[in-house]
């Protein structure tokens, strides 16, 4: 294994009188992160919490690469991190498709890869570890709270789709559309990828009120980034929204923005995605480190949060504690 050693210098006030210095030599564990981009709240809290814990401090010494949502970006920082040698390798993949071949390289090299936060379709022999959520129960959980909030009642739907192959995007849209299956009360009207951005959201909802106007009541979208842009969209256009608007409004991630607009009754249903993993694939890591047993899947627990004045069994009536203690 392939240590980087740094040497840090400390030098007391009595032993600089002496003029004499002690080098104490420091080992680091390298660690690369091939980050999908930029584009959400949520990723911007992913990275804060990855730079957090592998810190120097913390005896690591992380190579970042943002790979700006370019598959082949993030190929080319994978096999960067291979040729460097580094310790361990982390991947948040962009899309689920087209790892086997670079999996096989890092295999070859003999550096461990952790696929976190998203899932990729490789056989789970291809890569060591895994740490994420579950979109597909995301979905589900979002499709159970509409069918109890509308009781029956009719839904005339528009999805905005997080990025194309993203994983995030697939088991949202697919958990959510087992749901939608047994509700032949409900329309899927479209679903159009937003790219999980705001700016994206606003586009897509734009085009959608051009089409559906008058046809919609209910707007899912697979991000809160999204979901900001598809209110913009709406606001600019006169229709309403949240729990005392003629549209229902959907979101994912339930970051610290999203629960302020839930706990405002703009978003009736934020579902968590969790951005804070890298403690745990820290945990996993340790765990190699010392040839220990560790856990080759690790679920980071997700829920899923509703405006004031509902009540769910699917999901936790907004508080202003509970955003109060969101820390992203
Ligand atoms: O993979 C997690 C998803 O990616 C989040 O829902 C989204 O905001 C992000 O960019």
Redesign the pocket.
């Known amino acids: 294994m392939n240590k980087k050693m740094i040497a840090v210098l400390g030098c007391s006030a009595l032993a600089a009188s002496m003029f004499s210095m002690t080098a104490m030599a420091e080992e680091l564990t390298t660690v690369g992160y091939a980050q999908?981009g930029h584009?959400?709240d949520?990723?911007t809290a992913n990275t804060q919490n990855y730079q957090d814990v592998f810190s120097n401090e913390n005896g690591y010494e992380l190579s970042f690469v943002d790979c700006d949502n370019d598959h082949q970006a993030q190929l080319e920082a994978v096999r960067n991190f291979i040729n460097q040698e580094l310790d361990y390798i982390i991947i948040a993949p962009i899309q689920s498709a087209g790892w086997d071949t670079v999996l096989q390289e890092a295999q070859d090299a003999g550096i461990p890869v952790i696929i976190a936060?998203?899932e990729i379709e490789a056989d789970a022999s291809m890569y060591d570890a895994w740490v994420g959520t579950a979109p597909k129960d995301e979905g589900v959980t979002a499709g159970n709270w509409l069918a109890e909030y509308l009781d029956g009642a009719e839904a005339n739907i528009l999805v905005i789709e997080?990025s194309v192959g993203?994983s995030?995007a697939l088991g949202r849209s697919e958990g959510f559309n087992q749901v939608a299956e047994e509700h032949e009360e409900w329309t899927i009207l479209d679903s159009q990828s937003g790219d999980?951005t705001q700016a994206g959201g606003q586009e897509v909802m734009e085009s959608y009120i051009k089409s559906y106007e008058g046809q919609f009541n209910v707007v899912v979208c697979q991000?809160d980034?999204e979901a900001y842009g598809a209110m913009d969209a709406m606001d600019a256009a006169g229709i309403t929204y949240g729990v005392d608007g003629d549209v229902v409004l959907i979101s994912?991630?339930a970051t610290h923005d999203g629960l302020q607009y839930t706990l405002d009754g703009k978003i009736n249903c934020d579902v968590e995605?969790n951005p804070i993993q890298a403690e745990i694939v820290k945990g996993v890591i340790e765990q190699m480190e010392a040839g220990e047993e560790y856990p080759e899947t690790t679920l980071v627990e997700d829920e899923a949060f509703v405006a004031p004045g509902i009540e769910s069994e699917y999901a936790t009536t907004m508080t202003q504690e509970i955003l109060d203690g969101r820390a992203y």
């Open positions: 999908v584009e959400s949520w990723r936060d998203r997080g993203a995030a999980f991000n980034n994912y991630d995605c």
